[in-house]
């Protein structure tokens, strides 16, 4: 199989088929259209890694075409090919995004070249874009939305302030330990350990140990004294997840760190002084279990001071698409295969979804698309049954009809990667039936 996909847009017939023939012996697979309007439709259909396309057309310019695919937002590269006499219009194409262009005739070995160094550049831009995203979707917190550019403005001035408890709440899921990790990093001590336990992940008697350290000898099993995590984020940053699981007889403990900053390793009897700053997270409503006596009510109001409500993603709007695709560039990196494609009937999808499970569950689902469905168009009946809802109840038989030929058509698009030739073959009807049907049904 040839490793790059060409598309060639040019009338003069004879001179496209030589191309064609000529730049598969280079490995290079070519797809051949003679007018503008088929060159666009033959660029959704086989989605070519790079374009060549000739200034003139005659059903179109092609500066008109090349506008035509920037619109797409497609990220293909387009090489512009001139006669001579056409350097000015080839000039203005490179000024509207094509990446370069050759006058005829030219050396085809040239060409050769050009389209390499092109595709390796396009590649190598999108590693360093990728590593760029990396890095700063490790240390920021990534959303637009109103609600979240209000709290990264809160967190800015908490993590400079001399604040030494924070108190995370939020439902699961909606990112709290990113938040933390935020504190800490644009505080004074970024430089400083940032050390995380999750409350409900150990044993109750196992806990105070992990936190505070052990002295040789305090009970059966302890045969070399241990650091605790309290020490070992010294000067730092420590971060107790799920605070709302520490057990009543540790919340006491807690508490006297939280008031005299100091503690006693399991086991000894000097006391030691912390220097840290403590943030600690809960899915719960603390308040309640206070009501319940499930959660200390003095420890409660030395946590409560600096209160932060990290927001659900179903009320972060644009957010929701945003964090969508940077899941879909960081995973698609991760399993080696191109971004996701996902159409705006996708992200209709998503926008109307409650997010029950939050960022995770955004991220667990653009996970699944990617491995499942690599260097595909994602069509509503891949996602699962709750995010795209129940399929229709309708009394009304056209309407249940209608839902049949969409879900239909939208499998078969998905299983042949959006090419219309082969999905009007698959379903055994015209490609000018399909295209009918795709527009009546809305799929576009």
């Known amino acids: 199989m040839s490793s790059i996909k060409c598309l060639i847009i040019d009338d003069e017939v004879q001179l496209a088929k030589s191309l064609s023939y000529t730049l598969n012996l280079s490995d290079i697979s070519c797809i051949e259209a003679y007018d503008g309007s088929s060159g666009l439709e033959a660029l959704q259909e086989h989605r070519p890694d790079i374009v060549l396309l000739d200034l003139r057309l005659p059903d179109m310019s092609g500066l008109e075409v090349l506008a035509k695919i920037t619109q797409l937002s497609l990220d293909i590269p387009v090489i512009m090919i001139s006669a001579h006499g056409q350097t000015k219009d080839a000039v203005s194409a490179i000024k509207q995004g094509a990446v370069d262009y050759l006058t005829k005739p030219f050396d085809v070995e040239d060409l050769v070249r050009l389209i390499n160094r092109t595709l390796t550049q396009k590649r190598l831009t999108k590693e360093v874009q990728y590593h760029r995203k990396k890095v700063i979707s490790s240390q920021t917190l990534i959303g637009e939305s109103q609600i979240m550019r209000t709290l990264v403005a809160d967190l800015e001035n908490i993590a400079k302030s001399k604040a030494r408890t924070i108190l995370l709440s939020g439902e699961t899921g909606v990112g709290k330990t990113i938040v933390a990790k935020e504190i800490h990093n644009k505080s004074d001590n970024k430089n400083s350990p940032f050390v995380e336990i999750n409350c409900s992940s150990l044993p109750e008697n196992l806990i105070e140990a992990e936190l505070f350290g052990v002295e040789k000898g305090a009970y059966t099993g302890a045969n070399s004294t241990r650091v605790g995590l309290v020490e070992v984020a010294e000067k730092g940053t420590l971060f107790l997840d799920e605070i709302g699981e520490l057990p009543l007889n540790l919340q006491a403990k807690l508490l006297t760190l939280l008031e005299s900053w100091t503690y006693r390793a399991v086991g000894s009897t000097r006391e030691k002084k912390a220097d840290i700053r403590v943030i600690v997270a809960t899915n719960r409503n603390l308040e309640e279990s206070v009501e319940k006596g499930e959660f200390r ?107 049949a030929e969409r879900e239909l058509v939208q499998r078969a698009l998905g299983e042949c990667d959006g090419k219309k030739g082969l999905t009007a073959e698959k379903l055994g009807i015209s490609r000018h039936a399909l295209k009918r049907r795709i527009q009546k049904l809305g799929l576009e």
Do not use: Q
């Open 297 to 403: 009510k003095d420890l409660f109001f030395r946590l409560n001071i600096i209160p932060i409500e990290v927001p659900a993603l179903r009320y972060r709007g644009d957010d929701i698409w945003l964090l969508a695709n940077c899941f879909a560039e960081r995973l698609s990196s991760r399993e080696g295969c191109l971004p996701l494609v996902m159409p705006n009937n996708i992200r209709v999808i998503f926008e109307k979804y409650d997010w029950p499970g939050n960022v995770r569950e955004l991220k667990n689902i653009i996970e699944r698309l990617t491995i499942l469905y690599p260097n595909k168009t994602i069509i509503p009946a891949w996602l699962p049954i709750d995010l795209r809802g129940s399929p229709s109840k309708s009394d009304n038989i056209k309407d249940a009809i209608h839902d």
